[in-house]
């Protein structure tokens, strides 16, 4: 059995490693919706080759959605990976 100061320190060792990666996608999060966007004019001027829009217009439009989904699934993976290190995961 797994004594109560032994376990709080694990807790709190675990919500350590969870706020920080948190609090990093949310950093990204808000990078990609809020900031990216502020430069919308400027980034508008480069254009994509393949495709010809302007880099602005596909950020606003649709690069900021890609980076969100991404970002979905990898915290998804890394809190899975934090969780079973602490031993917290859920069976499969």
């Known amino acids: 059995m797994v004594d109560s100061t032994s376990m709080k320190e694990k807790e709190e060792a ?4 969870t706020s920080r990666l948190m609090f990093t996608h949310l950093a ?4 990609f919706g809020f900031i990216i966007h502020m430069f919308v004019v400027p980034l508008n001027k480069i254009t994509i080759p393949i495709l010809g829009f302007p880099l602005g217009f596909y950020m606003a439009a649709q690069g900021s959605l890609i980076v969100f989904v991404v970002m979905l699934f990898m915290f998804a993976k890394q809190q899975d990976k934090i969780d079973r290190e602490f031993g917290f995961a859920e069976e499969d």
């Not at 675990?14 to 490693?17: E, G, Q, R, T, V």
């Open 28 to 31: 990204v999060w808000f990078f």
């Open 14 to 17: 675990h919500w350590a490693k």
